[in-house]
Nanobody, 124 residues
Framework: QVQLVESGGGLVQAEGSLRLSCAASGRTFSYYAMGWFRQAPGKEREFVAAINWNGGSTYYADSVKGRFTISRDNAKNTLYLQMNSLKPEDTAVYYC?????????????????WGQGTQVTVSS
């Protein structure tokens, strides 16, 4: 089992940047593939980005490709999401998630463990 805690959210102007972190504790962090999801008010939780256990493979939603970068530091048990050129439509609660599986990483039910979320608000 793994526990996840997100941080780094906040209020930023459009075209600004934020870096989210997700600190993991419990079972060995490198055992898990990791993902970032987001949920805006009134909308379903949606996939943002994912990364395999060693960082060798990354995956992005089309809406964030070229603007967001997912990375991980297994020595620090931490997952990151660097968000650049932020847009008001990026406003949401951002969640990190973990899965011991190596298959499909795009769907919420592919993941077993979730953090509590961190709010990102982008003003126009």
């Amino acid at each position: 089992q793994v526990q996840l805690v997100e941080s780094g959210g906040g209020l930023v102007q459009a075209e600004g940047s934020l870096r989210l972190s997700c600190a993991a504790s419990g079972r060995t962090f490198s055992y898990y593939a990791m993902g970032w999801f987001r949920q805006a008010p009134g909308k379903e939780r949606e996939f943002v980005a994912a990364i395999n256990w060693n960082g060798g493979s990354t995956y992005y939603a089309d809406s964030v490709k070229g603007r967001f970068t997912i990375s991980r530091d297994n020595a620090k048990n931490t997952l990151y999401l660097q968000m650049n050129s932020l847009k008001p439509e990026d406003t949401a609660v951002y969640y990190c998630a973990a899965t011991p599986n190596s298959g499909n990483l795009y769907l919420t039910y592919d993941y077993d463990y979730w953090g509590q979320g961190t709010q990102v608000t982008v003003s126009s």
